[in-house]
């Protein structure tokens, strides 16, 4: 029953169409090369996709159209070229010359389309001869991407060959795709409706809108566009902001592979509205107004107020920053968008960073650069969007005179992502644009909260503990107790101890310690991840002072000294007397370089335990040490002169 309503639908195209239900050479006049249209379901395509009739279709591996089967494919006893003359819009004629065989052929040209329907490849066949003749003219109605099959058939020998050419046409004035735009919609009232209408081709049209502006960076200017649905030939966005908007289209003809974009430009205002420019402005200006005059107190200042003052859109409508400035509601791109704005406009050097189909900033605070994602420090929105305004709906749309009354948030706001650097963003973060690097915990929102001070406060017994019981160089627990602060973020929980660790720890190290009878500074390090950390005395970093240019350290110089903890003998000494060093309880480290040659009597007290010389291997102050059984190391191979070293470099 479906075949014979088929063939009665092409009954002016009977003679191609059952050459095609049949797959058989049934001979057409040469000059009816009648072109194969695709069958219209009432009128239109169904479902949006050039329909698949058997008629006109075959599939990839070019079983349909092919000799009779009586017939052999010989591809190595006859070898088809073909010459090509004439235009493809005023006439284009094709002639086979073949070699090989008897020389008794027949020939087939098929003008074919191909097309990909639901990922598959099909081929329409558009126009077909069948003769004796080795010429086929053919003239095209649009520009596309076309092939021609030549198929020749030795009906002496019973084989036959195909060749196939590949046709890119597209020649200026012939495109066959034409598109406009219509407006609907009172502006900032209702939803702005823009309609696309495509017309050439084949009627069978995918579309790709996009409604930019409000942002200068060219590659990430969008404010919305059709999600996902290619078939929708509209976009609808109710306005927020006064401005200048640009809408950019695409549409693509699917049966021609034929794709043609275009850009409408528009300007809307209302006197009720204000720009994204004029609250951006607004907010810098409430910024300075408060107080904020630093870095830091600027930019967590505007922070503040965008994760405050918006939830995040979980209807993807809002990509421009308009969504989070004006309407209270966006996506990461939105929050990125507006703090973007609002720090380049206070004077502080930002960029957008993204990775992982999410985005966020990278901010240069006080010359040294950090991470900020507001998105991610606004985490939960319990608080819905009204998807018909697109705004947030416990939320008056913001201007400039009403954007700090609502101040309060909703959700769990938090500053967990304010100033952060590489190491602790991406635990949870992956960067795939370009970005830079961000080491710095100084301007950190808890390291300059008071958060910070007080986790460095707990961590501070510990450490003094370890430097109690005579260790220089140890390890001590991290805290777990404050991951309960942070229960909120469950699902970052490592992230999040982590970056509490470091900015304890940073803190921590500039806290006052004595070691001994001394106050001594202190090298703290934790790997990142990790529930330990490790202590190291820093003797290195206030060394005994001695001038650079002393040749001779008389006897008795430093006798009894309670402040010598650390000795940087200086490269120019070649003599130290009698006694030097005696008395020095508090001593643990020398370093004594190669040029010393001469050592008085009893320079260092042999009972110090804790004394450790640094010597050249093979130098007279190893000799020395060894005669008088100190504690030495050569400082190439330990990592503790390195210390010694770099100081020695400064």
Known sequence: MGGKLIMKRFLSFLLAAVFLLTLSPLALAEDSPAPVRPVLRNGHPEDHRPPVPEEVLMMADNTAFLADPQYTEDKDK???????????????????????????????FLVIKPTKVNGETVYYCIARQEASSASFSYHFLENGYYELWVDVTDTQQNIWTRKIEKLIIHEKGHDPLSITVSVSGEAFVEPTTWTVNATGGSGFYQYRIYLNGLFPDETADTITYNMGNLEDNSLSYRLLANGDYTLHVWVT??????????????SFFSSER????EMVNFLVAEA????????????????????????????????????VLLGGAGVCDSYTKALWLLLTEAGIPARRVDGGNHAWIAACLDDEWYYIDPTWDDPL???????????????????????LESVGGGGLESHMYFCIP??????DH??????????????NYYAQSGDGERWAAELAPNIQSGLQAGDCSFTFPLLSSYSAEWWHYSDRTESVVALADQVALMLAEAKTYTFGNQVVPLFLHGNVGSDTASAM???????????LDLVTIEAEAFRGNPSAISVLIPPKVTEIGDYAFADCDGLWFVNIPASVKSFGKDIFDTDNMHLTLYVEKGSAAENYAIQNHLKYINPEYTEAAHFSNAVLAR
């Not at 830079?436 to 915990?441: F, L, W």
Request: proline share 4%.
């Open 288 to 323: 300075r107004d408060a107080g904020c005059e630093t870095d830091y107190e600027i930019a967590l200042w505007l922070h503040d107020q965008v994760i405050y003052n918006a939830n995040y859109d979980t209807s993807e409508t809002h990509y421009g920053p308009d969504g």
């Open 274 to 277: 204000t720009s994204v420019n």
């Open 422 to 427: 590489d190491e602790i963003l991406t635990m």
């Open 430 to 443: 992956i960067i795939e644009s370009e970005h830079p690097q961000c080491v710095s915990y100084k301007c």
């Open 253 to 266: 003809d699917t049966v021609n592979q034929i794709q043609k974009d275009a850009s409408f430009d528009y």
């Open 78 to 108: 006859l070898n088809i070229s073909i010459q090509e003359d004439g235009d493809y819009f005023d006439g284009v004629t094709w002639t086979a010359s073949v070699s090989g065989g008897s020389g008794s052929y027949t020939y087939t």
């Open 537 to 547: 005395v820093d003797f290195w970093s206030t060394p005994l002072s001695l001038p």
């Open 381 to 403: 929105n319990d608080t819905p969007v009204d998807t018909n305004t697109n705004t947030n709906t416990d939320r008056d749309e913001r201007t400039p005179n009403t954007f």
